[in-house]
């Protein structure tokens, strides 16, 4: 990132008296993928109003839904905001005590445009495999609201929506196993469908299945891209949006930048005001989850675009800088201090595992965010309120800064490396509230598909502590989250916020892609025994350690 910011200061500072030797020296610079080292998958990348880039992404079970980024150049990017406020998709999304949940549920797939007839940003997605939303918004900060679904039985899976010159708005999407695609449009207000037609099939290109569907017009022709799971996207051309469709392939079982990460295959295209193109894409690099990644395309005479790969025939680990000069954002990925007492809301990069219990939580600039236990349980899977942030590079750490004064007797508290398989170091306070003790808790097992919890955890080591005496206590993991390290996991505790003591040694990170998200730290606070207790959660930082 040095090399970047060097030509941000440049073109600031030189107000330009060379621009051409200026543009020289920038045009040298290059990018690295992946673009962003966190867990944004199933990327729709397309130019706003303000000329910025807006990136949506997928969230799953985890609430608000459908994050957003923005860019100003494609490579630095900024967490904007949700376009899902809150996963309205059923009880299961509540954690309610019935015990229904929704992990691998929520919104994926879907496809985020900005409308310039009225002025509306629309976001589209199916869920649970049947309803398909649409939520819209004036702005992509919001606020966003639920303004359509299209009847029950209608999924229009994995997505893209096309916004063409006329204002026409058409979906394209797969369905049957992915073994067919369909386009339809939208009604004028883009808020139920007038037409429908199978524009093409898999087979047409020797795969038996496509997904992660996106829509484009390019100089007056219809493109669809899409994927075959795992190894190739293609891209299809037409002079009518229903068809009939050719198509070839674009990246084809490309070697991954990131070492131990699969063929980049499922993206979007992108066009830069110069006219350049790109493809971004994500490559799946699990313990971390599905990592974005960008190149150049160029559009051959037959009007097909290839891809601009390395030497060795693969997806390169660096490219030149898309556009120049960029514009310095206020956000860093790298290293970033919450102090809960100073911030007036949660911050978008918080996610919380299903939707939120509200009255359970609050945040003050006295006490920091306070985190009630808002459920009675021994699975952390079915705890509600429990808190995440997603790891950010290859040897991400967090650490956290508790008040566990309020602490009831039953409850547990602290830090969790989440996902189907987690392990945590926290707080347990039993014995009627006298006993205290901090563990490490390794093994919560979640069946991978989304089922029952298979394994509760168990407790690896623990050292008593005194639980009329202690007011604070700070906790730490550090990962090794690449895809082609250890996938170690390592917790420590600290008693004055100085000194970090390692608990219960190496924790071995699941790589297994059927979960669908990566890992993310976790702040969790439930109660085993009865509600009433609470923590304050003081401080939460991050580190990439790149
Ligand atoms: C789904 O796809 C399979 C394989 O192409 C085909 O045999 C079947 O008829 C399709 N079903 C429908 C309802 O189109
Ligand atoms: C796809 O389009 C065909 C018409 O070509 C229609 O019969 C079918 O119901 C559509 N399927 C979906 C899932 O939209
Ligand atoms: C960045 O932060 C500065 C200082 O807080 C503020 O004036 C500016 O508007 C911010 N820029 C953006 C793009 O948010
Ligand atoms: C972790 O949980 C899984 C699922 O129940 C179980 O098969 C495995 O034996 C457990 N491992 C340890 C070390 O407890």
Redesign the pocket.
């Known amino acids: 990132m040095l090399k970047s910011v060097l030509c941000t200061a440049l073109a600031f500072l030189a107000h330009a008296p060379f621009p051409g030797v200026q543009a020289a020296a920038c045009a040298s610079q290059t990018f690295k993928n992946p673009v962003l080292y966190e867990d944004f998958p199933d990327n729709d990348v397309s130019v706003g109003p303000d000329g910025a880039f807006y990136f949506s992404a997928s969230n799953f079970h985890f609430s608000p839904g459908a994050p957003i980024l923005r860019s100003y150049d494609l490579v630095d990017w900024e967490f904007v905001g949700h376009s899902i406020p809150r996963l309205n998709f059923g009880d299961g999304y509540d954690l309610p005590a019935s015990g229904e949940r929704a992990y691998r549920g929520g919104t994926w797939a879907s496809t985020l445009r900005h409308r310039k007839s009225n002025g509306l940003w629309y976001w589209i997605g199916c869920t649970n495999f049947y309803l398909t939303w649409v939520f819209t918004a004036p702005s992509p900060e919001g606020p966003w609201t639920q303004a359509a679904n299209f009847g029950g039985g209608?999924?229009?899976y994995d997505n893209g929506l096309l916004i063409d010159d006329d204002d026409t708005m058409y979906v394209v999407?797969s369905?049957?196993d992915s073994k067919?695609v369909?386009v339809?449009q939208l009604a004028p207000d883009g808020l139920s469908t007038v037409r429908?037609?199978?524009?093409l099939l898999p087979g047409q290109v020797g795969v038996d299945s496509v997904e992660g569907n996106r829509m484009y017009k390019i100089n007056g022709l219809y493109y669809i891209l899409n994927d075959h799971p795992g190894s190739t996207a293609f891209v299809w051309k037409s002079t009518s949006p229903w068809g009939p469709y050719e198509g070839k392939p674009l990246a084809d079982n490309l070697a991954s930048p990131v070492p131990g990460g699969g063929a980049p295959h499922q993206g979007s295209l992108i066009e830069t005001p110069k006219g350049d193109w790109y493809f971004m894409s994500f490559t799946w690099a699990y313990p971390s989850g599905r990592l974005p990644v960008l190149a150049p395309i160029q559009f051959q005479p037959d009007g097909f675009p290839t891809l601009i790969t390395d030497a060795n025939n693969a997806w390169a680990t660096s490219y030149p800088l898309p556009i120049l000069p960029r514009k310095p954002l206020n956000f860093t990925w790298s290293q970033t201090n919450y102090p809960f007492t100073t911030l007036p809301t949660l911050p978008p990069p918080f996610e919380w595992n299903h939707n939120p219990d509200t009255s359970k939580f609050t945040l003050s600039r006295e006490t920091g965010l306070t985190l009630s236990t808002a459920t009675v349980t021994t699975d952390l899977y079915s705890a509600r309120n429990t808190l995440t942030h997603r790891m950010h590079g290859e040897f991400p750490s967090a650490t956290v800064e508790l008040d566990i004064r309020a602490m009831a007797d039953g409850d547990r508290a602290g830090l969790a490396a989440f996902r189907d398989r987690s392990a945590y170091i926290g707080v347990h306070k039993s014995a009627g509230g006298d006993k205290m003790e901090i563990v490490a808790m390794f093994n919560m097992t979640l069946d991978e598909w989304g089922g029952p919890t298979l394994d509760l955890g168990r407790v690896v080591e623990a050292v008593e502590v005194d639980a009329a005496a202690l007011e604070k206590v700070w906790f730490r993991v550090r990962l090794d989250a690449r895809a082609s390290g250890d996938h170690g996991a390592r917790f420590e505790y600290s008693l004055d916020g100085e000194v970090f003591v390692g608990l219960g040694g190496v924790y071995e990170l699941y790589t297994g892609w059927a979960f669908f998200m990566g890992y993310r730290f976790a702040v969790f606070n439930y109660a085993t025994k009865a509600l009433g207790g609470s923590v304050g959660v003081l401080n939460f930082a991050t580190e990439s350690g790149e």
């Open positions: 209608v999924c229009f999407y369905f049957n067919q369909n339809t429908t037609e199978r524009v």
